[in-house]
């Protein structure tokens, strides 16, 4: 290309790179605003947004393939890291019914790989704001730009970042040896792509099957984070908000008191309990399932489960004890328990 064009082109990119950097920053508020919206159980790896070096663009326009009728679409540019290739669609979705689309210059790098072949898949998408947008006076400065959006899983991410850089970019072929190593774990990295996934709908699948049957009355599941949390869902819906403070702690106080299952818990809740703890404004289920257990057999509770560093009692547990019958005026005494 010409060297005076190229640095023309330059030129005019520098003059104007902060109002590309205010572009996407803009595109990247759109695209966090309608996730947290419209898909708040997503979790994203990771947002970043950028305009394009000076150097990189020179570098760009001095390559053969580029002339003077050139347009460059990637001045600025968006990336959104999903830790789930499933989440990819959703993230595209918002892009699509968002940003008015340049398909020509946008690319779904997965579906050009042939199924033989491994390599960097993402999802590109090159957009610029539709008339809407572009009417309001504080997007005006932004008509005719256009930022390239790439959208890809963390894993992918990594062989773009890591091999990606040091293989196809590399000046000439790579040794043989290499370009095998490479190709290997690029097949590695897309294959533990796809078993995340499959983790993750099995996952999902799992604890839809766990709440829907313990709904049902089905409560055969052993205890765990999942089937605990879902059981005091459905045994108290109507306290709100639930609230565990140390799941790990009353995980292992059930265990200790010997209950396997959430069968075993639900057997041991009282009627009354049930109505009592719905109309006292209790919050802490920690607290909650701790009660049930004293109020079964305290006894079992402070000679099993009870830690000695908690020697404090505060009045509205002790007064429920004693409303339940439970000889919680012993208890303290023999267990040296203070009340608070």
């Keep these: 290309m010409n060297e005076q064009y190229v640095e023309k082109r330059i030129e005019e990119y520098s003059e104007n790179r902060e109002t590309y950097i205010e572009f996407a920053d803009k595109i990247l508020d759109i695209i966090k605003l309608l996730v947290k919206r419209d898909y708040p159980d997503i979790k994203i ?26 347009e460059i679409t990637d001045l600025a540019g968006v990336r959104v890291i999903t830790y789930s290739r499933k989440d990819i669609e959703a993230i595209a979705k918002i892009v699509t019914d968002s940003f008015q689309i340049d398909e020509i210059n946008s690319v779904d790098k997965a579906s050009k790989l042939e199924e033989d072949r491994v390599g960097y898949r993402a999802t590109h998408y090159v957009v610029s704001f539709g008339e809407d947008r572009i009417r309001m006076p504080e997007n005006q400065m932004f008509e005719g730009l256009k930022c390239e959006i790439q959208i890809t899983s963390l894993i992918a991410h990594t062989w773009s970042e890591i091999i990606h850089e040091k293989g196809y970019k590399f000046e000439g072929d790579l040794p043989k040896k290499l370009s095998r190593r490479m190709n290997l774990l690029a097949g590695m990295l897309e294959l533990a792509d796809l078993e995340l996934d499959a983790y993750v709908e099995s996952y999902d699948n799992y604890v839809s099957k766990i709440e829907k049957e313990i709904e049902q009355g089905c409560l055969k599941y052993e205890i765990n984070t999942m089937s605990l949390e879902r059981f005091m869902a459905w045994k108290f819906p109507k306290m709100s908000p639930q609230i565990f403070r140390d799941m790990e702690l009353i995980l292992r106080e059930l265990k200790a008191f010997g209950l396997k299952t959430i069968q075993d818990l639900n057997n041991i809740v ?36 009870w830690n000695p560093s908690m020697n404090q009692m ?8 004693q409303q ?17």
């Design 314 to 321: 505060n009045r509205k547990n002790y007064k429920l004890y």
């Design 324 to 340: 339940f019958g439970v000889e919680i005026d012993r208890i303290c005494k023999e267990y040296s328990i203070s009340l608070i």
């Design 270 to 305: 009282r009627t009354e309990f049930e109505e009592e703890i719905c109309k006292g404004g209790w919050r802490s289920l920690d607290g909650i399932i701790r009660n049930i257990l004293i109020i079964h057999n305290a006894d079992k509770y402070f000679a099993e489960v």
């Design 45 to 70: 790896a990771s947002y970043s947004r950028r305009a394009k070096e000076i150097e990189s663009l020179r570098k760009k326009l001095s390559k053969d393939k580029y002339n003077e009728n050139s």
